[in-house]
């Protein structure tokens, strides 16, 4: 049988790296056992979501009553939730864990900071090839009376960029950085998200399925509305005056 401490351990883990409404799917399908962690697995398409879920069954062998498990990822995720309030100042990571924790998943808090979103979402990627859950958010977000503005790269602007799959359905204002302002060779290669102009992701990560979920990467996570607000203008003035200009 293992310990319960090192269950509470993986419950404090999972609440650190993951969403808080990922973590209570987590407890609502504990509540269930080992079938409901199963059916969970097989409903989901993130890979650090798929391995929680196998990572419990491991701790509900046959018919365990998961009840216990299930508590301990609610309170942990209560508690993560209650301790971020104020925290202004985060770490955001992609790729293989180590025994330091200190962060949390790219992909979460990306899926998080479009689902608090009120007003206005500003992206910025040099590569989007985007995981269907973002570009989900994305239209949730659109739907909702969202502002969602994108500034990427293209290759009519920037003959050495491959191409990206720029979201074609979505609702949203698309900028770019016309080649005549630029220098010779540059390329737009900022990773940004500003939401409602109060929080700010500043990264590696492109917009892309390999920087959500398996390439290595790092971002620092701002709850500061005078520096969120600041990108947001300096790439309004950067509009205002033709050096970025919308595009298709």
Known sequence: MTPPEALEDLAAELAERLPYNDVKQLSHACRIGRRGLHALEAQVAGIAFRAACRRLRSY??????????????????????SQMVGHRVDVVWTGPASSVQTSRLTSAVIGELIDSAAREILLVSYASYPPKSLSAALTAAAAR???????????????????????????????????QYRE??????????????????IGSANLTSYAFEKNLECGILLRDAVHASAIAR??????????????A
């Open 184 to 201: 010779s060779g540059a390329s737009l290669h900022a990773k940004i998200i500003v939401v409602d102009r109060q929080t700010a992701l």
């Open 145 to 179: 009376g969202v502002e969602v503005t994108l500034l990427l790269e293209q290759q009519t602007d920037n003959p050495k960029f491959q191409g990206s799959a720029s979201f074609v359905d979505l609702t949203a204002t698309r900028l770019g950085w016309p080649a």
């Open 234 to 247: 300096h790439l309004d003035a950067l509009r205002e005056t033709g050096i970025l200009a919308e595009s």
């Open 60 to 81: 509900l062998p046959g018919d365990t009553d998961g009840s216990y498990a299930a508590g301990l990822l609610l309170g942990a995720a209560q508690a993560r939730r």
